[in-house]
């Protein structure tokens, strides 16, 4: 297979700050409690599911917030068996449910 050029921003993304991806990951780690934040820059973003193969994707957030980025192992089917599991213990699903 050939490579991909690299991707190019449009317009509307490049006054933005980056591809909606990026700004939804800056959002979020905006909007986390400082108890949370300081485990997940010490720690880091472990990526799941199929988005998580995009191409440079670890490389590009690594970059774009100083934070470890790791692939969990089995992307694609991590999402499913963790969604699995929340549903089955409600006392999990109650603590991180949003009201």
């Known amino acids: 297979m050939w490579p991909r050029p690299p991707q190019r921003l449009s317009a509307p993304d490049q006054r933005q700050g980056g591809p909606p991806g990026q700004q939804a990951l800056r959002t979020a780690l905006e909007r986390t409690p400082p108890e949370l ?3 997940i820059i ?5 990526l799941a599911g199929g988005g998580s ?3 440079n994707l670890d490389q590009r957030l690594r970059e774009e917030t100083s934070i470890p980025v790791a692939h969990c192992e089995d992307p694609e089917s991590a999402v499913v068996r963790g969604t699995g599991k929340m549903l089955t213990d409600m006392a999990l699903l109650k603590k991180i449910s949003i009201e």
Do not use: C, E, F, T
Request: proline share 0%; charged share 35%.
């Open 37 to 39: 934040s300081a485990d």
């Open 42 to 46: 010490d720690k880091g973003i472990v």
């Open 53 to 55: 193969q995009l191409r």
